[in-house]
């Protein structure tokens, strides 16, 4: 696990490691985490954004490999400890490892030349490579070998080993709708409302929504609200904790009823309530709550 720094102070992971064996997505996944990341960025110019005085943003991915303008390990092990000693800063290095024949594989895919082989096969590369970055791997705090790996295992490692220190979570909104204006094009989870008894139908009920404590009591009423609403608030629980762990930024859970006023509503802020009492901090957004009853199309039944 990298190390932590407290929250005032400037959190630097280098991220390292053979060509082809995954910095790329590893540096597009800590991105995704809320790290600021820079590839290949020159070894001289390092003091200027690594050093004590440096600013910057608290979390900072720095990718460097053999083809790094003036990469010299030992030097590069030598400049982080005295950061580390001088000025207090809190650097960890992740390694990037992964067999030769599996490295070899990729290259062939890809056609693409081995930076160190010049004219010699893609092995003799991969072999001066290997030793040229002996003393990176062996430095590092995090060695991570993606010869088994697919593309989707490494950011699952990436974000197993590193979610915990980034600075943004996963976004949940909680939203209800009218199904009379389509449906939100951006949900990812939406739930029909349309078995529940409509208030719409009821005296009194027509002008309010479910913001109002007549439509709740009205639709708490009904046995089978409890018993479904239950089950609902038991899958979102399971599920979200899940997205969280694939690294799913946004969910976006959706209620829908005829007309968005009514079941929708009320179902949406109560779910919500229940998500705060989980651990989660969901928006509520009610996209028809503002339209007239009269302008949505309630139909002459009771659906």
Not at 91 to 100: P, Q, V, Y
Not at 150 to 156: E, F, G, I, Y
Not at 197 to 210: A, F, K, S
Request: glycine share 8%; with cysteine.
């Amino acid at each position: 696990m990298a190390n932590k720094a407290p929250e005032s102070q400037q959190r630097i992971l280098l991220v390292t490691g053979m060509l082809g064996a995954g910095k790329t997505t590893a540096l597009r996944e800590l991105e995704d985490l809320g790290w600021e990341s820079i590839d290949n960025f020159p070894i001289r110019l390092l003091d200027r954004m690594v050093g004590g005085n440096a600013p910057g943003a608290h979390s900072l991915a720095i990718g460097f490999d053999c083809r790094t303008r003036d990469f010299v390990p030992a030097d590069i092990i030598a400049q982080v400890k005295r950061w580390i000693e001088e000025d207090g800063l809190a650097i960890s290095t992740l390694f990037l490892d992964c067999a030769g024949y599996e490295l070899e594989r990729r290259f062939n895919e890809t056609r693409r030349r081995h930076f160190l082989a010049g004219d010699l096969p893609v092995p003799s590369g991969i072999a001066a490579e290997r030793e040229l970055l002996a003393p990176m791997r062996r430095w590092a705090d995090v060695l991570i070998d993606t010869t088994d790996y697919s593309t989707n295992d490494l950011k699952q490692t990436i974000r197993e080993h590193f979610s915990q220190t980034a600075p943004q979570q996963m976004t949940v909104t909680v939203s209800s709708f009218a199904f009379a204006r389509g449906k939100p094009p951006t949900a990812d989870l939406v739930f029909d409302m349309r078995y529940l008894d409509n208030p719409h139908w009821e005296p009194g009920l027509r002008e309010q929504t479910g913001l109002d404590a007549g439509v709740g009591e009205f639709i708490e009423g009904s046995a089978v609200f409890t018993s479904s609403f239950e089950k609902i608030s038991s899958l979102l629980l399971e599920l979200l904790p899940r997205y969280a762990k694939q690294g799913k930024a946004y969910v976006n859970i959706a209620f829908g009823c005829t007309g968005g006023r009514h079941r929708s509503v009320y179902t949406a802020e109560k779910m919500a309530q229940v998500l705060r009492d989980g651990g989660f901090s969901p928006t509520v957004l009610h996209r028809n709550l503002g339209s007239r009853a009269e302008d949505l199309v309630e139909g002459t039944q009771h659906p």
